[in-house]
C-alpha cells in the first residue's frame, strides 16, 4: 500500500459512450462526478481499431473545463503530438511499446506544455520505465490489452502496480490504471496503489442518469480501501 494516499481520480473512457451524442457525454459525465476525460486515440496499426482524431477533442474541448487525458494508441506516435496539444489534451500519454525513440516522444509532450506519460501494455515489463522517471508525470498501467472497451481485467496487474509504486515513491508522478475497472477490483487496485482510475463501461452503462452512481461506486470502493475520507 501507498504511505501517503494521494487522490482517488476517477476518469471516465469515451470510448464506451454515446458517439452520437460526444460532447453531451462528455459534459455528463463530468457532471456526474468524473474528474478528468479519458479519451482513447486508436491508429489501427498500433491497435486494431479506430477512434478519435485531434479535430474531435477539439469538437469536445468546450463541453468541460474537466481536463482531457488522452491515451495515444499510435505509431509513429511523434507527429501526432502538437495536434492533440493544441486540440486541448491536457496530459498526453504514450505507449513503451509504439517506437524506438520513448524519451523523443516524453521531450515533445513537455515541450508541447502538456504533461507526460508513459503506457505499458500488459506484456511489457517496468523497467522500461527507470531511464525516464524524471520525464514523466505519470504512468499508465493497462489491465487490459489495449483496443477495446468492455474486456476482463488481468489479475497480474495488481503486482505491477505494486512494484510500480514503489518505483515512483517519492516522485510527483501518478499511477494510472486502465481496462476492465469496476467497483469490485477499485479496492484492490486503489490499495495496491493505483491513483487514477480509468472506466469505460462500467461508468457508461445504464445511461446518463446512472453515471453519477456507478462513478460514485468505483470512486467509494477506492477510497474505502485506502482509508481515505471523501
Ligand atoms: C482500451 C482503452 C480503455 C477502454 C477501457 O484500449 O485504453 O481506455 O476504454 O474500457 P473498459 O473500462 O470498458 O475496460
Ligand atoms: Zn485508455
Redesign the pocket.
Known amino acids: 500500500m501507498s504511505s501517503a494516499p494521494r487522490p482517488i481520480r476517477i476518469l471516465p ?1 469515451i ?2 459512450s454515446d458517439f452520437a451524442r460526444l460532447g453531451e457525454e462528455v459534459r455528463a459525465c463530468i457532471a456526474a462526478g468524473g474528474d478528468m476525460v ?1 479519451i ?1 486515440v ?1 491508429d489501427g496499426h498500433f ?1 486494431p ?1 479506430l477512434t478519435f482524431g485531434p479535430d474531435i477533442v477539439k469538437a469536445i474541448r468546450p463541453a468541460t473545463d474537466a481536463p482531457f487525458d488522452v ?1 495515444m ?1 499510435v505509431a509513429p506516435v511523434d507527429p501526432w503530438i502538437e495536434p492533440f496539444a493544441k486540440a486541448g489534451a491536457d496530459v498526453i500519454s504514450v505507449h513503451a511499446e509504439a517506437g524506438p525513440h520513448l524519451h523523443r516522444s516524453l521531450q515533445l509532450i513537455r515541450a508541447a506544455g502538456r504533461k507526460a506519460g508513459v503506457v505499458l501494455n500488459p506484456g511489457t515489463h517496468e523497467s522500461v520505465l527507470e531511464p525516464v522517471l524524471d520525464d514523466i508525470d505519470m504512468v499508465l498501467l ?1 489491465s ?8 476482463k ?1 488481468i489479475p497480474a496487474t495488481l503486482e505491477k502496480i505494486r512494484r510500480v509504486r514503489a518505483m515512483i515513491e517519492g516522485r510527483a508522478i501518478a499511477l494510472e490504471v ?4 469496476t467497483p469490485d477490483n477499485a479496492g484492490a487496485l486503489a490499495a495496491a496503489g493505483a491513483d487514477w482510475l ?6 457508461f452503462k445504464d445511461g446518463p442518469a446512472h453515471y453519477a452512481r456507478n462513478i460514485a461506486a468505483i470512486r467509494n470502493a477506492a477510497e474505502a480501501a485506502r482509508g481515505v475520507l471523501v
Open positions: 473512457s470510448l464506451a479519458h482513447d486508436m491497435v481499431n491515451h494508441m493497462m487490459v490489452n489495449p483496443g477495446f472497451g468492455g474486456q481485467f486502465d481496462g476492465g475497472v480509468v472506466a469505460g463501461s462500467s461508468v
